[in-house]
């Protein structure tokens, strides 16, 4: 039996031009950023709503959070660390977001808003969401690096 390469097409890729791209230039995400309050907890009606484009890779057209929450380096620090020890101990560390029980989540958000009152000043606690998204998925991710290195590493011996 006769087998011959098959080679796809060059015509089914695509290049998209950079003007037609779907997400916000960087100057969107500055000029977003500069209307952004820095500590503010009291907000009354007026939300900040959740950002239209992807969390991560700001130099492919997403955004980065620490750029668009703009709340100081320390204040940054202190949110992450105290929202990531929330995770651990609110939600499945094997899981990634969007596949946390919604009892977890809700647990989350609620001493989230509890422990970090300038989170309430964004529509669903969006930041809180973005951090916990992040930070489950890296830790997925070098967990299961971590189960495959040890599996390599026991397949040679």
């Known amino acids: 039996m006769d087998y011959q390469l098959y080679f796809p097409p060059i015509t089914l890729r695509k290049v998209f ?69 929330m995770c651990e101990k609110k939600m499945d560390m094997n899981s990634l977001y969007h596949l946390q029980w919604p009892a977890s989540l809700s647990a989350f958000f609620e001493a989230a808003q509890e422990q970090f009152p300038i989170l309430t000043c964004y529509q669903d606690l969006w930041p809180a969401r973005d951090f916990a998204k ?17 599996s390599r590493m026991t397949d040679n011996d």
Not at 34 to 47: A, F, I, M, R, Y
Not at 137 to 149: I, R, T
Request: proline share 7%.
């Open 17 to 85: 031009r950079k003007e037609h791209s779907p997400s916000p230039s960087s100057s969107e995400i500055t000029a977003h950023k500069s209307q952004l309050p820095v500590e503010k907890t009291e907000c009354g009606n007026d939300l900040i709503p959740p950002l239209c484009s992807s969390l991560s890779k700001p130099n492919s057209g997403r955004y980065a959070l620490h750029e668009v929450l703009a709340w100081g380096d320390d204040m940054y620090d202190s949110v992450q660390k105290g929202l990531h020890l």
């Open 134 to 150: 992040m930070y489950l998925k890296n830790k997925v991710g070098s967990d299961k690096a971590k189960v495959k290195m040890r």
